[in-house]
């Protein structure tokens, strides 16, 4: 009896490991622990990209089609999501972040680009086309700046 009631325990333990959430990661990009010459520190709170926070809606006319990614490096938790209605593709943590990675990887703005740059820029990397309705941008890059990139058309 008294090893059946151990059992318990554990099994418990085990179903609830299984219940996470859809959308975290399991083995997120790797951190970014660059050095330079004048930075000899490393930083084991970046993410491998140039944001922590990457929240991307582009609507387009006439149309209920739209592209939304999400992406999130909180409290040492990675969470990522592709909700794709133009390719009928929904791709969620580490699916999504097989297929984020080199986009992110392509992406080179930084806060003091130009909104137009930007918008351009992230058109060309995923591939978008430019004929939207909406096109809706939140990023929180590595230092803690949030930049919002909206435009309609």
Do not use: R, W
């Amino acid at each position: 009896m008294k090893s059946k009631l151990k059992l318990v325990p554990f099994l418990a333990v085990i179903m609830l490991a299984g219940c996470g959430d859809q959308d975290e990661v399991n083995n997120p990009p790797a951190e970014n622990n660059d050095t330079t010459e004048n930075n000899t520190q490393t930083n084991n709170e970046t993410s491998a990209f140039s944001f922590k926070e990457f929240e991307l809606d582009v609507d387009y006319k006439g149309t209920n089609q739209d592209y939304e990614v999400e992406y999130d490096t909180l409290e040492g938790k990675t969470e990522a999501s592709i909700e794709d209605s133009i390719n009928d593709k929904n791709l969620h943590g580490d699916e999504a972040m097989k297929e984020l990675t080199p986009l992110f990887e392509q992406l080179t703005f930084n806060q003091d680009t130009p909104q137009a740059e930007v918008i351009q820029e992230v058109l060309k990397v995923f591939q978008l086309k430019d004929d939207y309705q909406e096109f809706d941008l939140e990023v929180t890059f590595e230092d803690g700046t949030k930049k919002q990139y909206e435009q309609h058309q």
